[in-house]
């Protein structure tokens, strides 16, 4: 059974960083498209960014870009999103997905989500 696990998340000012794990078991995840989602309250699931199959290249959200960057680290099978320059907007439970649809820019494009952490800015 696969499961995603997410960690780092909390409490911040604007202007901080934190470091969000997803660290997998039961699918190695280097093999998969790897995507964070964040969701504040009352608002869509919004794509954040993915690192893509097995090259690893990577897309993010044009409100994130130059701010938040995604890793892999194979050997501990889990993915990792730094975030930089927290703004209140940031705000939001964040969740890892894995999948293999080219469609990784949207929700359904996944089969396993973790629980999600969450991360809040304050101004």
């Known amino acids: 059974q696969v499961q995603l696990v997410e960690s780092g998340g909390g409490l911040v000012q604007a202007g901080g960083s934190l470091r969000l794990s997803c660290a997998a078991s039961g699918r190695t995840l280097s093999g998969y498209t790897v995507g964070w989602f964040r969701q504040a309250p009352g608002k869509e699931r919004d794509f954040v960014t993915a690192?893509?199959?097995?090259?690893?290249?990577?897309d993010y959200a044009d409100s994130v870009k130059g701010r938040f960057t995604i890793s892999r680290d194979n050997a501990k099978n889990t993915v990792y999103l730094q975030m930089n320059s927290l703004k209140p907007e940031d705000t939001a439970v964040y969740y890892c997905?894995?999948?293999?649809?080219?469609?990784?820019?949207?929700?359904?494009?996944?089969?396993?989500w973790g629980q999600g952490t969450q991360v809040t800015v304050s101004s």
């Open positions: 690192i893509i199959g097995s090259l690893g290249s990577t």
């Open positions: 997905a894995s999948g293999k649809s080219p469609f990784y820019t949207i929700p359904v494009g996944y089969n396993y």
